[in-house]
């Protein structure tokens, strides 16, 4: 355990402002080991800092129980989170959900799910002493102390929210990450990517995720924003803004939304006939549905669609040079029809040292989450 004035030794050669920030910012913290971290053995700066050339990602906060039997992964939505208790040996033992109490700039989201995590523990019989730690998957960036750069759909602003939820757990080990990220390194350890080592996990939802794993570590960025492939820029001339406050985001078209208002434009400017025109709310599935049924129409929409989110594979691709996609969230339910779309167009796009990269769908379907969050607490 460092004591305060180690922790404040070893911050003095910090070098730049992010670590004389999260110095600041930590002043109060009780428990001063939370300032330092821990790198090849050596100890040096907090998240983000630079000692030697070296970028630190990697936090030595509360440890990991080495003799616990079993762990929480816990994936915070909008509309629900789902909690998922699993034995370190990865076996999803139990599921559950609980609605996201959003009121108040959701200050209940995190006392909730310590309350769920705790009657459960009351069901099962065991203590703290039998956990690992809990892993948390949040959407929006998480840097490496486990602080949250705002969640928008949550009303959350920026605080620290391993520490918060630690101390709703009586002190035990939390690690948090983006959601996107958790969701990958799930796949990656227990889903459509395992044996594989550089992973990029997309997500299409009510917005576009993605997870960036390399060389099995997940590609966090300096506070965690990295992988926000949905706000790609793939349209000029998109007279709608996107919630990030841009135009042309690959959000806008690849996620259910962004799939639902492409069809309603599609309907509006042609005036081919369609099985689409005849419902009154339309979604995603349906636009998809309507594909498989040989729907012309729709499957304009999907050329449209499939060159969009080929496009922005295409440029993730460039950057981090991935052996597999993998798709998950609720669009990718299309199923195997999407990734046809898709395919054609990332390969024609893409750099050719990336072409044989695999596209495949998600395995975990919605557990992905809970299972890399629980991942982030299981050595």
């Not at 050339?53 to 129980?65: A, F, H, K, P, W």
């Not at 605080?159 to 035990?172: A, D, P, T």
């Not at 990030?244 to 959000?251: H, S």
């Amino acid at each position: 355990m460092a004591s305060k004035e180690q922790a404040k030794k070893v911050l003095l050669v910090a070098d730049n402002d992010a670590n004389r920030e999260i110095l600041k910012y930590n002043e109060q913290v009780e428990n001063y080991n939370a300032l330092v971290i821990k790198y090849n053995g050596s100890r040096v700066p907090v998240a983000g800092g630079k000692y030697s050339g070296r970028t630190i990602t990697n936090i030595d906060e509360v440890e990991i129980n080495p003799n616990g039997k079993y762990a929480y992964g816990v994936d915070i939505g909008g509309t629900t989170v789902k909690i998922g208790f699993f034995s370190t040996g990865g076996e999803l033992l139990d599921k559950w959900e609980i609605p996201t109490v959003k009121t108040n700039q959701g200050e209940q989201i995190l006392p909730d799910i310590a309350k769920s995590i705790k009657e459960h523990m009351g069901k099962k019989n065991i203590t703290f002493d039998d956990l690992t730690g809990v892993g948390m998957g949040a959407p929006g960036p998480v840097d490496g102390l486990g602080v949250i750069y705002g969640a928008a759909n949550l009303g959350w602003g920026t605080f620290n929210i391993s520490k918060r939820m630690s101390e709703l757990l009586g002190g035990i080990c939390v690690k948090s990450g983006n959601d996107a990220n958790v969701a990958a390194l799930g796949e990656m350890w227990k889903g459509g990517a395992q044996g594989y080592h550089h992973v990029v996990a997309i997500t299409l939802g009510t917005g576009v995720g993605a997870g960036v794993i390399s060389n099995e570590k997940i590609l966090a960025g300096c506070i965690g924003a990295a992988g926000e492939v949905g706000h790609i820029h793939v349209v000029d001339d998109e007279p709608d803004t996107c919630g990030c406050g841009n135009q042309g985001c690959l959000e806008q078209y690849a996620s259910a939304t962004g799939v639902v208002k492409m069809a309603k434009r599609k309907l509006e400017s042609s005036k081919k006939d369609s099985s689409l025109r005849s419902l009154k709310d339309i979604s995603a599935k349906d636009v998809w549905d309507a594909v498989k049924a040989g729907d012309e129409l729709a499957k304009e929409l999907a050329e449209e669609f499939g060159k969009l989110l080929g496009k922005g594979l295409s440029f993730v691709a460039d950057v981090v040079n991935p052996e597999i996609f993998v798709i998950g969230g609720g669009v990718s339910k299309a199923g195997n029809v999407l990734i046809d779309y898709c395919q054609k167009y990332y390969v024609k796009y893409v750099f050719k040292g990336s072409r044989d990269a695999k596209i495949v769908l998600a395995a975990l379907g919605n557990d992905g989450g809970i299972y890399g969050a629980a991942k982030l607490v299981i050595e």
